[in-house]
């Protein structure tokens, strides 16, 4: 068994995020690193790793560029409100990346790409617009992975 199938939920996320620890950290642990805000580092690990090549998606898509920059520069961790998108939004990237069998470049089209179940919207823009919005993508997913018409 690979040592990504038996990690934890928390444990799967973390390491898709590049957080310290992702191998023994756990639920709870977890929320509070959110809820203290995530290092700058998180979105461009989790940017590189849904679209190495760039095309795509960019860290700014995700936080405003003088934001990024600014705490980056500071050594200051994203805010609470940042963090949780940024966490919902690996929830969604992660999970599309496992459904495409590990291949970034599909999951980053379909990502990209407008469907017709979002009202015409990409999963990525429906996803940044809120957690409710990343919920709404992880449960297209979901739909798909069960076999359901997506």
């Given at each position: 068994m690979s040592e990504t199938l038996a990690?934890?939920?928390?444990?799967?996320?973390?390491?898709?995020?590049?957080?310290?620890?992702?191998?023994?950290?756990?639920?709870?642990?977890?929320v509070e690193q959110v809820a203290k805000g995530l290092p700058t580092s998180t979105l461009e690990t989790i940017v590189k790793k849904?679209?190495?090549?760039?095309?795509l998606l960019d860290v700014f898509d995700l936080v405003p560029k003088a934001t990024f920059y600014r705490r980056k520069e500071a050594k200051k961790p994203l805010t609470k409100d940042q963090s949780e998108m940024v966490f919902a939004l690996s929830k969604v990237f992660s999970e599309?990346?496992?459904?495409?069998?590990g291949d970034r470049e599909l999951a980053a089209m379909?990502?990209?790409?407008?469907?017709?179940?979002?009202?015409?919207?990409?999963p990525i823009d429906v996803a940044r617009e809120s957690t409710a919005g990343a919920d709404l993508v992880l449960t297209l997913l979901a739909r798909a992975e069960a076999g359901v018409a997506v």
């Open positions: 990690l934890s939920e928390a444990g799967r996320i973390a390491q898709f995020m590049g957080l310290r620890r992702w191998n023994t950290i756990n639920e709870v642990e977890l849904v679209d190495p090549s760039g095309s599309t990346i496992r459904l495409y069998s379909f990502l990209a790409k407008k469907h017709p179940m979002l009202g015409g919207r990409s």
